[in-house]
C-alpha cells in the first residue's frame, strides 16, 4: 500500500497565525482526505482533497479556516488558518489508492496553538 | 453507513488470543466491516476487511456471523505491541460510492504482561 509522509511532526504555534500541513504520497492516489483527532477523541473528517478542484468539506468545517491544496496526484497541503487554543489537535493525511481496498495514513501533525 | 457499537476498553493477557467484538445490527449487504487500530501516537492501520465470509491474513482473523449483525477480530497471540484503540468500520466498497470512513470511539485494548 502507498506510503504517506506528513510534515511537521509536530508544532507549537501562536495564536493568530497559521501553520501549513504538508502530506506527500510515494505513488498516485485516487483520494486523499484530511481528519483532525481530539485529544483523546476519534477521528473526524476535515475534509476531501480534490486533485485539480476545491476540496469538499464536511459540516463544521469552511474553507476560510482550512485552506486545502491538491496540486498533483501525490501531494496535499492543509493549512490551519488564524489558530486559538481549540486547534490544538492531531491532524491526519489519509489515502486511498485505486489498487487496494484500505485507506493509508500519515503519522499525523500534533499541532498545539498557546 | 451503518453505525458500530464496540466496547470501550478490553484487557488481555499477553501471549493468549485478543477477541474485540463489534455491533452492526443495521448494516446492509453491500457493505463491508473494515477494522482498522490506532498505536499511541500514530496514525491508524488498516488490519483486515471482510463482506461475509471469515477472513485471516497475517495480522488477524475476521469472524462475521452469518446474519452479519456482528463481528469479531482476533488477534491470535497478543503481544504488548498490539496494545491500541482498534476501530471497527462498516462501509460501502466500490470506486463509484462515497470514499469516507466513519469512525466510531473504538475499543481501547491493553495487553498485560
Known amino acids: 500500500s502507498a506510503v504517506i509522509s506528513q510534515k511537521p511532526s509536530r508544532d507549537i504555534c501562536q495564536r493568530g497565525t497559521s501553520l501549513t500541513i504538508q502530506c506527500q504520497v510515494d505513488?498516485?492516489?485516487?483520494?486523499m482526505f484530511w481528519y483532525r483527532q481530539q485529544p483523546g477523541q476519534s477521528l473526524t473528517l476535515i475534509a476531501t482533497?480534490?486533485?485539480?478542484?476545491?476540496?469538499?468539506?464536511e459540516s463544521g468545517f469552511v474553507i476560510d479556516k482550512f485552506p486545502i491544496s491538491r496540486p498533483n496526484l501525490t501531494f496535499s497541503t492543509l493549512t490551519v488558518s488564524n489558530m486559538s487554543p481549540e486547534d490544538s489537535s492531531i491532524y491526519l493525511c489519509?489515502?486511498?489508492?485505486?489498487?487496494?481496498?484500505?485507506?493509508?495514513f500519515g503519522s499525523g501533525t500534533r499541532l498545539t496553538v498557546v | 453507513d451503518a453505525k458500530t457499537t464496540q466496547p470501550p476498553s478490553m484487557d488481555c493477557a499477553e501471549g493468549r488470543a485478543a477477541n474485540l467484538p463489534c455491533n452492526h445490527s443495521t448494516i446492509s449487504g453491500n457493505e463491508y466491516v473494515y477494522w482498522y487500530r490506532q498505536i499511541h501516537s500514530q496514525g491508524p492501520q488498516y488490519i483486515i476487511h471482510g463482506l461475509k465470509n471469515n477472513e485471516t491474513n497475517e495480522m488477524a482473523s475476521l469472524i462475521i456471523t452469518e446474519d452479519r449483525k456482528s463481528s469479531t477480530l482476533i488477534l491470535p497471540h497478543a503481544t504488548l505491541r498490539d496494545t491500541a484503540v482498534y476501530y471497527c468500520?462498516?462501509?460501502?466498497?466500490?470506486?463509484?460510492?462515497?470514499?469516507?470512513?466513519?469512525w466510531g470511539a473504538g475499543t481501547k485494548l491493553i495487553i498485560k504482561p
Open positions: 482533497a480534490n486533485q485539480g478542484s476545491e476540496a469538499t468539506y
Open positions: 468500520i462498516v462501509r460501502v466498497a466500490g470506486w463509484d460510492s462515497n470514499y469516507q470512513l466513519i
Open positions: 489519509s489515502a486511498r489508492s485505486s489498487t487496494v481496498y484500505g485507506y493509508t
Open positions: 505513488s498516485q492516489v485516487t483520494m
